[in-house]
């Protein structure tokens, strides 16, 4: 698999074959990791929540180096701003869909899918990190 996003893109095409929906347990991990996020999720429903996990999915899916400007920023923007999430909250959801693929998969989570998911996490979360600095910054 040559592309930086193959074994991840392999772990989510093991999900699906096996039919596991894993929203339940990405939400339920990112609580217990975030729990300031609870209040703001409230009102979303399950519709919501799987519109939500299918964004983040693309993010995740997508093979690129997560640029100023490009959608990952206007994501993050989009949320801070509509919703009042903390850019900080993606830093405990992002692991949480992680560890509901890796329990999904079971014996089926091999080590190329633990290098490629903490690459993919790493730089997302340093590329919202820096939106997050540069809002702050600006005047």
């Known amino acids: 698999m040559a592309e930086t996003t193959d074994w991840l893109v392999h772990s989510l095409e093991l999900c699906a074959e096996r039919d596991d929906d ?3 347990a990405v939400y339920k991990h990112f609580f217990a990791a975030c729990p300031a996020a ?3 999720m409230g009102h979303s429903d399950e519709h919501m929540r799987g519109r939500m996990m299918a964004q983040v999915l693309e993010l995740l899916m997508e093979n690129q180096n997560y640029q100023s400007g490009d959608y990952l ?4 923007e989009n949320h801070v701003n509509s919703y009042a999430v903390e850019a900080s909250m ?3 959801f992002l692991p949480a869909v992680k560890t509901a693929v890796q329990e999904a998969l079971g014996s089926q989570w091999q080590s190329e899918h633990e290098t ?8 997302m979360d340093e590329a919202i990190q820096q939106f997050s600095e540069q809002q ?4």
Do not use: F, G, M, Q
């Open 22 to 24: 894993i929203n339940d």
């Open 38 to 40: 609870v209040p703001l």
């Open 73 to 76: 920023d206007w994501e993050v």
């Open 90 to 92: 993606y830093s405990a």
């Open 116 to 123: 490629t998911w903490n690459e993919r996490l790493a730089k």
């Open 136 to 139: 702050l910054e600006a005047p």
